[in-house]
């Protein structure tokens, strides 16, 4: 991300980036599904050897990372790229931000920005549901059903036996 900013050549470095962010979500969005995974197998399996710190500490860090690498995902995906957003020239959006709708209230160029997308990736991971900024897409809507459920299963299955140990 810092090469686009330094150099002339911003379009290719624009798509080497694009590429290297997709294949991150892909490695570290497999990571995160293994690492719950595995969480869940040594609670079922040797709950007696995982006191309720350890389980509350993982969890609260699969979430995070959850909220995350699908915040950077959205980023990156929606209307083309940041790049593409900044030039206007960008792909029909995956979601509708309410700024989008309050014309009269907000500048006439903006633009999302990572805040934007950050706040989608959190809301989605707390909520399990879109909240202000609407799916447009299918890919937006699979996306979001896949974050929903990694938030869903970190925190009903994982912190709620956490916080039973640390109770007891």
């Not at 509350?56 to 593409?84: C, E, H, K, M, T």
């Not at 029909?92 to 700024?99: A, E, G, I, V």
Request: hydrophobic share 50%; net charge positive.
């Amino acid at each position: 991300m810092a090469v686009v900013g330094l150099t002339a050549a911003k379009a290719r470095w624009l798509r080497i980036e694009r590429i290297v962010t997709l294949l991150f979500f892909v490695f570290v969005g497999v990571g995160i599904v293994v690492n719950l995974a595995s969480l869940i197998r040594e609670m079922v399996h040797r709950s007696a050897g995982i006191d309720g710190l350890q389980l509350l500490s993982s969890s609260i860090a699969v979430w995070v990372v959850n909220v995350l690498v699908f915040s950077i995902l959205y980023w990156q995906i929606d209307r083309g790229s940041p790049g593409a957003r900044a030039n206007k020239g960008g792909k029909k959006p995956d979601w509708l931000f309410p700024q989008e709708g309050a014309v009269e209230d907000v500048p006439a160029d903006w633009r999302p920005t990572f805040v934007d997308y950050l706040f989608l990736g959190f809301t989605t991971s707390t909520a399990f549901s879109p909240t202000d900024t609407l799916p447009l897409t299918s890919r937006a809507k699979i996306l979001m059903m896949l974050q929903c459920t990694i938030s869903l299963v970190t925190i009903v299955v994982v912190v709620s036996r956490a916080i039973n140990i640390l109770g007891n």
